[in-house]
Nanobody, 115 residues
């Protein structure tokens, strides 16, 4: 399984971006997918995840601003980011959680929010 993330970039505070992450290889629609981020000098943190059943979880810092969704037919997970803040600046990584096996990670996409 390989995950290819895209959609990062430079945006002004208050702006929006949509990240996409497409999986190649065999994945199951029941597997959880999501996004982590890592800012310089900080630990990687969970941003949002969506289970195969559609249950979503968000970091408190992004609730009400970010929306995660998935298209199982396209093997793609999306992260719609609105009302972006400078503190959202980070490298964003998508992942796939495979129970009783390894997790898979995308290569990371840079999001930079200017004030």
């Amino acid at each position: 399984v390989q995950l290819q993330a895209s959609g990062g970039g430079l945006v002004q505070a208050g702006g929006s971006l949509t990240l996409s992450c497409t999986a190649s290889g065999n994945i199951r629609s029941t597997e959880t997918m999501g996004w982590f981020r890592q800012a310089p000098g900080k630990q990687r943190e969970l941003v949002a995840r969506v289970t195969g059943g559609g249950t979503t979880n968000y970091a408190e810092s992004v609730k009400g601003r970010f929306t995660i969704s998935r298209d199982n037919a396209k093997k793609t997970v999306y992260l719609q980011m609105n009302s972006l803040k400078p503190e959202d600046t980070a490298v964003y990584y998508c992942y796939l959680d495979r129970p009783f096996s390894k997790d898979y990670w995308g290569q990371g996409t840079q999001v930079t929010v200017s004030s």
